[in-house]
């Protein structure tokens, strides 16, 4: 019963450390403060902060299907991919300044792009090929998704604390006399 209790008691530590963490916009600002170069962003925990649904139509013949589900709507068969929100995902490549291909799950072409909206305080946000009022065109392991238009405000958040707990270098000035 013991050791049932303190599995328990772990279980829940562990729990409350982790949705504690203090998840912080990743802006273009923070970006060229720090400087970070590819390899640096690749090892950065990213997270997201929202929920994003790929949907995509499927059409007769055989298809694949990946990690998603199938749905009926209006009579279609639809697949759709969910990738909640606070998902951990990775840094995979940056196809020029300030576009990110970022990772939630395994799979060579399974991610998708992020840059700086400078209407969203320039925080890392989902990227589309096109934007309308209701929804988006995205590429996702090389197939066309179409996203809500909300999904456009899904952003990139970072674990500050990590950083500052890494980065931090001090040092405390003696002082200078004259005639030293």
Do not use: H
């Not at 303190?6 to 923070?30: P, Q, W």
């Not at 990946?66 to 909640?84: C, D, F, L, R």
């Not at 799979?107 to 792009?113: E, I, P, Q, V």
């Amino acid at each position: 019963m013991k050791a049932q209790n303190l599995l328990i008691l772990f279980v829940a530590s562990l729990f409350l450390f982790t949705s504690c963490a203090k998840l912080t916009y990743f802006t273009e600002d923070l970006y060229e403060q720090q400087g970070w170069s590819e390899s640096e962003l690749k090892k950065i925990q990213f997270y997201l902060s929202q929920d994003i649904v790929l949907k995509r139509e499927l059409t007769g013949g055989k298809s694949e299907i990946i990690s998603g589900k199938i749905k009926v709507e209006n009579g279609n068969k639809i697949e759709e991919v969910i990738i909640p929100k606070r998902t951990p995902g990775t840094f995979v490549f940056s196809p020029k300044k300030d576009r990110f291909a970022i990772a939630f799950e395994e799979g060579d072409k399974r991610y998708l792009m992020f840059g700086p909206s400078p209407k969203y305080s320039d925080r890392f946000v989902m990227l589309a090929s096109e934007w309308n009022r209701r929804s988006g065109k995205v590429t996702y392991d090389g197939k066309q998704w179409r996203v809500s238009s909300d999904d456009a405000y899904a952003a990139l958040l970072v674990d500050l604390k990590k950083f500052n707990r890494f980065d931090k270098s001090s040092r405390t000035a003696k002082g200078r006399r004259i005639g030293d």
